[in-house]
């Protein structure tokens, strides 16, 4: 495979676990060479990735009536050209293994590509913040955990694949939100029943009086599921106070049994543990692409390369469809998905030596903008490809958040595939802001949902 070229030219295709912070001259390259974030602020050499130039944001967009279903900007386009299975030949060097996987699977698959919009943006008052990362944040000893880092982003100029999923991991998704949405499990001729979830999402610097160096120490945010439907389900709750070092101190997790009527910890929400209402398809640490601990692999930064990645996925938001205009046998309606060409990071993740996972193998492609990982293979433990899972992402202007609205993995074995995130059939999707204090996230306001 292609990568581009390296931007630090210290760089290089190993694994690192701990690296120094960059000069202030490097550092300095935030806003005049690299966007705020860190990616590439100019245009790729064949201008089929434009220049960043601030991003859709809260300044230059016109207010949506609803902050959670943003109107699409873009709904007026075309697209540029169709990938099939036909075609896809001519469009490799653009494709992950995995998407080459998904055409040779599915002759009906067709990837829609369209007009590169880099719509990312953040919050003003984040961009310092993010800066000062630069020069201040590192990785413990161990690469587990972070030391000096402020609320998101800890290396905007990454020196190794580790840096780089951190920032996936720690990545700005609005600092406190509540989600209503589906996770849909579909079966391989196409059925399905949807699984309704509401979950809360909330960064301690958004709580009430903000952070508290004490009681929300090594905190990186605090999680509060529930399921609605259906009724086997129904009840079913999950607390979760994610933690920034999870190898000193593992993951806080709780779960309400509404069968069982009662809290309990809940230390296999982790790895590879089984995701609930998924039907087996998603292990806990395949939600939001990838999360939690990273100790149980060995991480590679590859470099950089440019990917089709799904990518301001608007439509996907339109309340007017229905779940099954939607849904298909083995993947989603194309009709309805919108891909763009992207810079991405590439990061392969091996399992360590003496650790153990259902996957032996990951490789990440990474939004240079956004930090998010938007494309990842996943290899079963004879080193075969075996699942492939995408983010749907849109900026939420009126907040300056990037986060998705839809998130597949499609089991490439058995035909079948999971989407969370849809909304269609909700009455609402986000609701950004929103008061929370700690008590919010405790076993008895778990059980409280939970009834």
Do not use: C
Request: hydrophobic share 35%; charged share 25%; net charge negative.
């Amino acid at each position: 495979m292609k990568y581009l070229t390296l931007i630090p030219a210290l760089l290089t295709l190993v694994s690192l676990n701990v690296t120094a912070k960059v000069t202030p001259e490097e550092a300095s390259k935030i806003g005049k060479e690299l966007t705020p974030l860190g990616a590439e602020m100019a245009a790729n050499e064949a201008g089929t990735i434009p220049a960043w130039t601030g991003g859709l944001n809260s300044q230059n967009m016109p207010k949506s009536p609803d902050f959670g279903r943003p109107v699409n900007p873009f709904a007026d386009e075309k697209p540029l050209f169709t990938i099939t299975a036909k075609n896809m030949a001519d469009y490799q060097d653009n494709l992950t293994q995995g998407q080459i996987a998904m055409f040779k699977k599915y002759p009906d698959y067709r990837m829609p590509v369209y007009k590169t919009h880099r719509t990312v943006a953040y919050p003003d008052s984040i961009y310092p913040l993010i800066e000062q990362n630069a020069q201040s944040a590192s990785l413990i000893e161990s690469g587990y955990g972070l030391v000096d880092f402020d609320t998101t982003i800890p290396f905007p100029i990454p020196n190794n694949g580790l840096e780089v999923v951190w920032n996936h991991i720690t990545r700005f998704r609005g600092g406190s939100a509540v989600r209503v949405a589906t996770a849909i499990p579909v079966q391989s001729g196409g059925a399905f029943v949807p699984v309704k979830i509401t979950d809360r999402l909330v960064w301690p610097e958004y709580l009430e009086g903000g952070r508290d160096a004490d009681k929300d120490k090594n905190v990186l945010f605090y999680y509060l599921q529930r399921i609605t439907a259906p009724a086997r389900l129904t009840g079913t709750a999950l607390l979760i106070h994610e933690t920034i070092d999870q190898f000193e101190e593992a993951r806080r997790a709780w779960v309400y049994n509404s069968g069982q009527r009662r809290v309990r910890r809940a230390p296999n929400v982790a790895y590879d543990g089984p995701g609930a209402g998924t039907d087996g398809l998603r292990t806990t640490d395949n939600y939001d692409m990838y999360n939690g601990s990273p100790d149980r692999y060995e991480w590679t930064l590859k470099g950089k390369k440019e990917i089709y990645i799904p990518y301001n996925a608007y439509p996907l938001l339109n309340t007017e469809l229905e779940y099954d205009e939607l849904i298909g046998a083995g993947h989603l309606n194309p009709d309805y998905l919108r891909y763009e060409l992207h810079r991405v990071w590439v990061v392969e993740a091996n399992i360590k030596s003496g650790s153990r996972h259902i996957y032996s193998k990951r490789t990440l492609y990474i939004d240079e903008d956004s930090w998010g990982a938007s494309v990842i293979d996943h290899f079963d433990n004879r080193g075969e490809l075996w699942k492939v899972s995408e983010a749907h992402n849109i900026q939420f202007y009126d907040v300056d958040t990037p986060w998705m609205v839809a998130e597949t993995l499609h089991d490439l074995d058995s035909g079948r595939y999971l989407v969370t995130g849809l909304s269609n059939e909700e009455p609402s999707f986000i609701k950004w802001g929103g008061k929370a204090t700690r008590k919010d996230f405790t076993s008895a306001a778990l059980r409280r949902v939970g009834r």
